[in-house]
């Protein structure tokens, strides 16, 4: 198989049984490309994009001169209304975990609508022939990674790592737990033995970039008093 980089991503189905004479056994069509495939069988598990959405695929070559797609599915589209999506598993294949014996792909997806970023993690259900969108991590800044561990979902970013529940029966993940990992420093004041740190959440690119890509933050400054010592523990 090899994914094209174009707007109409064939996927080709070729044998190589001669290196030295490869035959074309079959071409399928799609919209969008691919630019990540997991190998699972006779199953191929694509993640790539459609226009202006992230799109996961799953394709069956069981049949090498009839290649064919069992599904397809949009993690940005439980992100509605939604006016771009993208995910960094269009260029890096280390952003997708895909749980074999769970039978789940988990992918970050950030989504711009209405003015802001929505950021998460997306559990997507995988079966010989079927994909179905499960349960939602919602993120406070740009989703990067995201696992199963003891039955929760749990998702990471530059800032925070997010417990969720992982519904049997799909429905909504809710919070378990919540841990901030770091944070921005736009100016440090000391004070003795203490340090002031001041994060700027107000718009703009010059006052924060953490903040004016990634947070959807309604509060507009963050002042933590720290030891000198210690300046990670609040």
Known sequence: ???????YDPLFVVDLVDP???VVRSKLSIPGYSTYIEVDGDRLIAVGREERDVAVSLFDVSNPDAATQLARVY?????SPNEYAWSEAEWEHRAVTYLRDQGKLI??????????AIHSTQTVNV???SLTLG???????QARRGTVLKGYLVSISGKELAVHTDPPNGGESTEAAWLELAWPVEQI???GDYLVQIESNAPGFSRSWWRWWGSNSSEQNVVRLTKASDPDDV
């Open 107 to 116: 992918v970050p997806v950030q989504v711009w609508a209405g003015g802001q």
């Open 127 to 129: 079966t010989q022939n």
């Open 189 to 191: 004041i000391p004070m």
């Open 20 to 22: 030295a004479n490869p």
């Open 75 to 79: 993690p940005s589209k439980t992100q």
């Open 1 to 7: 198989w090899d994914p094209r980089w174009i707007p």
């Open 135 to 141: 349960p939602v991590v919602k993120m406070k800044d």
